[in-house]
């Protein structure tokens, strides 16, 4: 019974330490695992920057005051003169 406990634990232990490098690739070790994250973090922080240009681009966009005349497309197809109205 004790060496079954013994041996359980060993199985336990071992797995547990192959399991923990489980999320490194064929070949990774830490040290190119932490460059990742290095790099993924500064790829997030050059998008971060890209999406607030767009931001502020397009709230520049916003604020713009229309400089043209306000246009009237059916204005060909009134008449001049509205019609009087009868009661």
Excluded: C
Excluded at 36 to 63: F, N, P, S, T, W
């Amino acid at each position: 019974m004790r060496t079954l406990a013994v041996s359980t634990f060993t199985i336990l232990l071992l797995t547990g330490a192959a399991f923990s490098q489980d999320h490194l690739g064929a070949g990774e070790n830490a040290n190119t695992w932490a460059d990742k994250q290095e790099v993924d973090a500064a790829r997030a922080a050059v998008e971060q920057q890209k999406q607030k240009e767009l931001d502020a681009q397009y709230k520049a966009a916003l604020g713009r005051a229309k400089t043209t005349a306000p246009s009237d497309p059916w204005g060909d197809v009134r008449s001049v003169k509205a019609p009087a109205a009868s009661h």
